[in-house]
């Protein structure tokens, strides 16, 4: 059984446009986690979130929101695709608090033509 | 305020030679301190971790690291690495609830 999986694996997608990435995680974690891994594997953390609190990286552009429908889920939703969306984006999950191992899921390659 | 440094964003060794990657970091709170490994085209997976107890860690896959205080210093090491040791490694230091990666070190291992 896969821990944390994510939907599509690849996403291709023109400027301007808006998609979703999905992220399902039965550990029965609290808080779940989205990065963005750049093109010379640069790894930046842009939410995480139990189902209490959001915290969002400052950095990250309001065209980038997340979305938990129930505690197993953590959506991202991007609006008005930009080229530099162009990325790996990584969904992990946790124990409460980032003190605990992380599990990520294997990853979206998305790229904005 | 804390961050982290890889200190090489590329180590090459042969196969059966041991391994050293270097991390330092910086933190005013009592950090955790931990090694992920990224095989390609996958996700990240961790190798160890320390939070305040032994400062001597062991991992998966034969790896360790030691966290050294006045040096500021968590270092992971192999006595002998194996082909499929290639891979991305990252430092990630967590105090304070904030979590800081490393850029990352990419492991080439040679026949």
């Known amino acids: 059984d896969t821990a944390v999986s994510q939907t599509p694996k690849y996403l291709v997608t023109q400027m301007g446009n808006d998609k979703s990435i999905k992220c399902e995680q039965n550990?029965?974690?609290?808080?779940m986690y989205w990065y963005k891994q750049d093109s010379k594997k640069f790894l930046k953390i842009m939410f995480s979130?139990?189902?209490?609190?959001?915290?969002i990286n400052e950095t990250v552009p309001n065209r980038f929101s997340p979305k938990s429908p129930d505690k197993a889920h953590l959506n991202l939703h991007i609006n008005s695709l930009e080229l530099g969306d162009s990325a790996v984006y990584f969904c992990?999950?946790?124990?409460?608090?980032?003190?605990?191992?992380?599990?990520f899921g294997p990853g979206t390659r998305l790229t904005v033509t | 305020a804390q961050s982290v440094t890889q200190l090489d964003s590329h180590v090459s060794v042969s196969e059966g030679t041991p391994v050293l990657l270097r991390c330092n970091y910086s933190?005013?709170?009592?950090?955790?301190l931990f090694w992920y490994v990224q095989h390609p085209n996958k996700g990240l997976q961790l190798l160890l971790k320390?939070?305040?107890?032994?400062?001597l860690v062991k991992g998966i896959n034969g790896f360790e690291a030691e966290f050294k205080k006045s040096e500021t210093s968590f270092h992971l090491t192999k006595p002998s690495a194996h082909m499929s040791d290639a891979a991305e490694y990252f430092c990630?230091?967590?105090?304070?609830?904030?979590?800081?990666f490393g850029a990352g070190t990419r492991l080439t291992v040679k026949p």
């Open positions: 992990a999950s946790s124990r409460p608090g980032p003190h605990y191992e992380q599990y």
């Open positions: 550990l029965g974690h609290d808080t």
């Open positions: 979130y139990n189902n209490k609190e959001l915290i």
């Open positions: 933190s005013s709170y009592s950090p955790s």
């Open positions: 320390y939070t305040s107890a032994a400062t």
């Open positions: 990630v230091v967590i105090g304070n609830n904030d979590m800081r």
